[in-house]
């Protein structure tokens, strides 16, 4: 499996960015995706997940809801994030990442994922 992710980039506070992760190598539909951020300095963090088919979770970490929303198309292996009002404390690298047998209750957790991308950064100033 690989995950490509694509779409950051350096952003005014209030502004919209949409972060892509295009997946090969495996049955897309079947995996459980999130994506991940990491500021410089602390620790890696969830920011949002979708399940595959068959299921139905879907969450979002606090300080983004009602900003972003994660989406995925199954037709182009594709997991989508997009970033409206943006804020200054969203700068970080993201990730994408899947994992095909993850529980839904641990989907917060980047200890659950299996497969990683190469990570986007997002730069918002202000």
């Known amino acids: 499996v690989q995950l490509q992710a694509s779409g950051g980039g350096l952003v005014q506070a209030g502004g919209s960015l949409r972060l892509s992760c295009v997946f090969s190598g495996g049955a897309f539909s079947r995996y459980f995706m999130g994506w991940f951020r990491q500021a410089p300095g602390k620790e890696r963090e969830f920011v949002a997940c979708?399940?595959?088919?068959?299921?139905?979770?879907?969450k979002y970490t606090e300080s983004v809801k009602g900003r972003f929303t994660i989406s995925r198309d199954n037709a182009k292996n594709t997991v989508s994030l997009q970033m409206n009002s943006l804020k200054p404390e969203d700068t970080a690298v993201y990730y994408c990442?899947?994992?095909?047998?993850?529980?839904?209750?641990?989907?917060?957790?980047?200890?659950?994922?299996?497969?990683w991308g190469q990570g986007t950064q997002v730069t918002v100033s202000s």
């Open positions: 990442a899947g994992d095909r047998s993850l529980i839904a209750g641990l989907a917060t957790s980047p200890d659950a994922y299996d497969h």
């Open positions: 979708i399940s595959g088919l068959g299921r139905s979770t879907l």
